[in-house]
């Protein structure tokens, strides 16, 4: 059973849209590409400026990083739906973050408790695959690997990962 298949299961269970993102922001499996169209992407999978920005603005991020458990994200801002959003950590590095997509059918009372119970599911998943152990917190190096392998080739998409990294490039370049 893989990833694709675990969040489907989820999805079935919860009766709602699930999507699984890497530590850097990139898609990698989700329940449904039409229950989370609404989603802005950049086409090769990120999550756009916007969304980012969204988050940091009112500190979801850190929030969910830092809580034990998943959290309800909600903004009451249209292009934003409510979420429940939880960490995905191996060895107390997180590698990622599970979304549960609020739908037709409102939150209810046990979804928190099954979404960490997915999300645990997920990380015994995740800890089979030693790469995964290898990526946590080296965000920056995947992206300049894109880079060097040619998978962005839109300047603004180029922006738009360096702002979402919070990453000042040349910070660490001495003469």
Do not use: C
């Not at 990833?3 to 890497?22: A, C, H, N, R, T």
Request: hydrophobic share 40%; proline share 5%.
């Amino acid at each position: 059973m893989g990833m694709q298949d675990i969040i489907q299961i989820g999805s079935e269970i919860l009766g709602k849209p699930v999507s699984l993102v890497d530590y850097t922001g990139k898609l990698l499996a989700v329940s449904n590409q039409q229950d989370i169209g609404k989603m802005d992407l950049t086409p090769e999978g990120y999550p756009k400026q916007e969304t980012y920005s969204i988050f940091r603005t009112y500190n979801f991020t850190k929030k969910v990083n830092e809580s034990p458990v998943p959290v309800l994200v909600d903004i009451d801002q249209p292009e934003l739906p409510r979420m429940i959003v939880g960490k995905i950590a191996i060895r107390n590095k997180i590698v990622g973050h599970l979304a549960i997509i609020e739908n037709e059918q409102p939150f209810g009372e046990d979804d928190l408790e099954l979404a960490k119970i997915l999300i645990d599911v997920i990380a015994s998943e995740v800890q089979k695959n030693n790469y995964y152990l290898l990526m946590a917190g080296i965000h920056h190096e995947y992206f300049i690997l894109d880079l060097l392998q040619e998978k962005h080739d839109n300047p603004t998409t180029i922006e738009d990962r360096v702002r979402s990294l919070q990453w000042d490039a040349y910070s660490d370049f001495y003469v």
